[in-house]
């Protein structure tokens, strides 16, 4: 049987062009001298490199493969599996997933049963274990850099600050995981993404660096550092985002991708020079949150059955519009992921592509290549779409095409800057579209915000005041029961944990489009709206904290309430 294996490897390279059958007899000539794998004696040998044969291997195997280069370890998995087992099963521990109860490992042979038996008892079957291939120099040299390390964020401080490490003189090349500070950026990054940032700021200050993490949409400071670290720590983090290093007076974007706690992250790193050195935030990017069934959202059962019938339309244009960081992108890609199938070309346009999807052709705005929006758009029209997603309408030219596209045909999704969905049809007549062109080609109108969600375990009961029940719009005989943030260990004592949305959708008609030819003032459109069931992101955001879902502070600050006050 491991003879035929051995062949049957054999002829899947020669097939796949990777040796020759020259070069697989001399291997299996060797082998039969030294008794060692095939796989490891094409290494040997020089005909293949130690990368291509792991892939090799995870086809034939069927196996998904571990880059150990761009992968970060958790630390909670490698506390599970101590060094000497480690090195002896040649596994590596990656990710804990305490959801799922998973543990996911990198091993040179994941069909290694007496090794896989061997990690289940030591972890007591407390988890499910998934292996990942990876090459066996990869799995020591990372044994190596992470075993015998601090790499806890405290820890990694305490031995920078007692002086055991030569600070001046060390090594930033990517890859040499032992040094303090680069293990301290992987530790600041694993800790964002564990604790659901959507964003790291790394701020210097005239004696400090101060680190923030966006989290449900909220700042918040999670450490500061002494400003010596800070030089150290911007040449690993613009190595890590194939950024110029030498430069540091002028603005640069970066893009890298790390695997953390056994998930991919895309991260897009932003650099600006300050008073007091480079400021850098970056955005994560997690492509499992990224891409959300339309139906998860949070959206109410009417709107999304709103939603879903401007969505069934063929042709014409939807606008999506709200603040920076209100899930514009989300709810376009959860959108997008719904109709994608393989009878329809759908086109995008971003800046930047944020999540990959499957069978989608996405292309991202570049000043490099000198594509823009406009030129985008006439490019796209010409590659036969069915529907074509542009990030954002900026000015005339950008509006002028979209609704080009919108007329010759297409279904097409963009986003506006502008408060709520009424306020789309002033902003694109002041851009100078006609209000001819946008009668008729308008789908709908959306806004949306996001609003915090209480913690379930620590969420206070209180009785509603007068002041408050008519803010909600309660009747003197609902019950007066609504809920405030207190704090608890579970929500890190903010009261607060994950986000929903609220959402005001405006599907036009031939009486809406009567009203937009003749100009009509913004008081019209919304009378005219409300009595076709319109629903204001106001009432909307009312509704969840009537539900119980949030509280009244939040929505106040996401959402004018004060039209709500008589």
């Known amino acids: 049987m491991a003879g035929q294996n051995k062949q049957l490897l054999g002829q899947q390279l020669i097939a796949q062009g990777l040796i020759t059958e020259d070069q697989l007899r ?28 792991q892939e090799a291997l995870a086809e034939k195997l069927g196996h998904e493969t571990a880059d150990l280069v ?17 090195k002896r099963l040649l596994v590596l521990p990656l990710g804990l997933n305490a959801h799922t109860q998973q543990l996911t490992v990198a091993m040179a042979n994941p069909d290694n049963l007496l090794a896989l038996d061997q990690l289940r008892m030591q972890i007591k079957d407390q988890y499910q ?13 990372a044994i190596n850099q ?21 600070y001046a003189s060390q090594s930033l090349s990517a890859g040499e995981y032992s040094q303090p500070v680069v293990r301290l950026i992987d530790a600041l990054l694993a800790d964002a993404a564990t604790r659901g940032a959507s964003d790291v700021h790394f701020e210097p200050e005239q004696s400090f660096v101060r680190i923030r993490y966006r989290i449900d949409g909220v700042l918040r400071q999670v450490r500061s550092l002494h400003k010596t670290y800070w030089p150290a720590m911007v040449v690993r983090l613009k ?3 194939s950024m110029n290093i030498a430069e540091t007076r002028a603005p640069q974007d970066g893009r890298m991708s790390l695997m953390l706690s056994g998930r991919s992250l895309d991260f897009r790193v932003s650099a600006h020079p300050t008073t007091w050195g480079e400021n850098m935030v970056l955005r994560i990017l997690d492509r499992q949150q990224g891409l959300v069934p339309l139906a998860s959202l949070g959206i109410s059962a009417a709107n999304l059955a709103l939603l879903q019938l401007m969505i069934a339309r063929p042709e014409g244009i939807i606008l999506l519009t709200g603040p920076t960081g209100s899930g514009k992108t989300t709810t376009l890609y959860s959108i997008l992921n719904q109709i994608n199938s393989l009878d329809l070309n759908i086109m995008t346009l971003e800046d930047p592509v944020e999540y990959p999807l499957p069978m989608v052709r996405q292309t991202s705005i570049n000043d490099s290549s000198k594509l823009d929006f406009v030129n985008g758009i006439r490019s796209i029209l010409r590659q036969d779409p069915d529907v074509i997603l ?23 999704y963009a986003t506006l800057h502008t408060g709520s969905a009424l306020g789309v049809l002033p902003r694109l007549l002041d851009m100078g579209v006609l209000p001819d062109v946008l009668c008729g080609n308008i789908i709908g109108m959306i806004a949306q915000r996001l609003v915090r969600i209480l913690c379930p375990h620590c969420k206070e009961a209180y009785e509603a005041d007068a002041f408050e029940q008519t803010l909600l719009g309660l009747s003197s005989d609902a019950p007066r029961t609504l809920y405030r943030a207190s704090g608890c260990p579970q929500c890190e004592h903010q009261g607060y944990q994950g986000r929903t949305m609220v959402m005001e959708l405006l599907k036009t008609d031939s009486e809406l ?35 119980g879902l949030t509280s009244l502070d939040e929505i106040g600050r996401v959402v004018d309430l004060t039209d709500r006050v008589h």
Request: with cysteine; net charge negative; hydrophobic share 50%.
């Open 513 to 547: 489009d009567e009203l937009i030819a003749r100009r009509a003032t913004a008081h019209e459109l919304r009378q005219m709206a409300q009595r076709k069931g319109f629903v204001p992101l106001a009432d909307d955001a009312c509704r969840l904290v009537r539900s």
């Open 146 to 166: 992470y075993y015998g390390f601090e790499l806890s964020i405290d820890g990694i401080l305490h031995e920078i600050e007692t002086g055991e490490i030569d």
């Open 70 to 86: 761009r992968m970060i370890a958790d630390p909670q998995a490698i506390r599970l599996i101590p060094k000497e087992l480690a």
């Open 239 to 241: 190595v890590l985002a």
């Open 26 to 53: 001399i291997a299996l000539l060797e082998q039969k001298q030294s008794g060692l794998l095939l796989g490891k004696i094409l290494v040997l040998l020089g005909f293949m490199s130690e990368r291509v044969l």
């Open 390 to 412: 542009i990030g954002e309408i900026r000015d005339h030219a950008s509006a002028e095409m979209a609704f080009r596209a919108a007329m010759t045909g297409h279904q097409v």
């Open 129 to 141: 274990i998934v292996p990942l291939l990876a090459a066996e120099s990869d799995i020591t040299h």
